[in-house]
């Protein structure tokens, strides 16, 4: 392998892992792997055996379905410590869900993605199922992707949205003059609203929760059935949202630092 091609590999690989988690609930087959991530079947196949010879990857002999491997449990166990902020996030999540009946989630930045990583369902009936864990969506779409990206600077943002093009995934709703629409009115609120952008009838709101260098990391998110978010009560759950969002953001300012 020439120095060229191994930063290709690297994201191939990064690329297939990805997408094994996405369906990990229920595996996925090679064929389903290479169609999510625009690989050849004979190479996603190939980068895949390699995947499980390292313990990255597991495949059911019957099914022939993929999972992810031992060795990223045990990596992940490692990091854990550094990245993991869903056991200080339980309390609040727990309210967010107690408070207002919605379901609740959490997510992550990862680059220019937001990838949910905790949720506590709401008490109210119906409920949305455009979330769950495991799932990403880039930055400007969904309400944890719209939240994390208005509140980066005007620079990052213009560099975002001059290099990444979501309409042909997500739809014209998502072009850059109208995330630049949305982006003016969540920084007016301090919070984001979805109206019903990714699955009609689908809404969600969100805020953003701050790394201890000030930059948007994380966001919470409540999302429902489109009559549980009337304007007379978004004003509400926008508010309890902030207010649950900053208590997150200095449990996680209080943590330990680990050592390394």
């Known amino acids: ?13 990064g690329s297939l892992l990805r997408a094994v988690a996405a369906l990990e609930s229920s595996g996925a087959s090679t064929s389903a792997l290479a169609r999510e991530t625009g690989l ?8 895949l055996v390699s ?14 379905k993929w999972s992810l491997g031992p060795e990223l ?15 200080r996030s339980r309390d609040v999540l727990r309210d967010l869900a107690r408070e207002t009946g919605e379901s609740a989630f959490l997510s992550a930045r ?6 949910c990583i905790a949720s506590e369902e709401g008490s109210f ?16 779409v969904a309400t944890a992707g719209m939240v994390i990206l208005s509140h980066l600077p005007d620079r990052e943002i213009d560099d975002y949205l001059a290099r990444a093009d979501v309409t042909g995934e997500w739809g014209p709703q998502h072009s850059r003059e109208k995330i630049a629409e949305r982006i003016a009115e969540t920084r007016l609120n301090g919070y984001t609203v979805n109206p019903g952008l990714l699955v009609e009838g689908s809404w969600g709101m969100g805020a953003a929760v701050f790394d201890t260098q000030g930059s948007p990391a994380w966001a919470l998110s409540i999302t429902g059935v489109e009559s549980r978010f009337r304007e007379e009560r978004r004003r509400e759950l926008g508010e309890f949202l902030l207010r649950e969002a900053h208590r997150l953001t200095q449990l996680l300012a209080d943590r330990p630092r680990s050592r390394g």
């Open 1 to 13: 392998m020439n120095e060229a091609q191994r930063p290709q590999v690297i994201h191939r690989v």
């Open 73 to 87: 449990y045990l990596l992940g166990s490692l990091a854990a410590s550094r990245y993991d902020i869903t056991d």
């Open 125 to 140: 009936p119906l409920r949305s199922h455009v979330l769950h864990i495991g799932i990403r969506f880039p930055l400007g």
């Open 51 to 64: 995947l499980a010879e390292e313990g990255l990857v597991d495949r059911d002999l019957k099914s022939g």
């Open 40 to 47: 050849a079947r004979p190479t996603a196949h190939r980068l």
């Open 110 to 115: 990862r680059g220019d993605e937001t990838v």
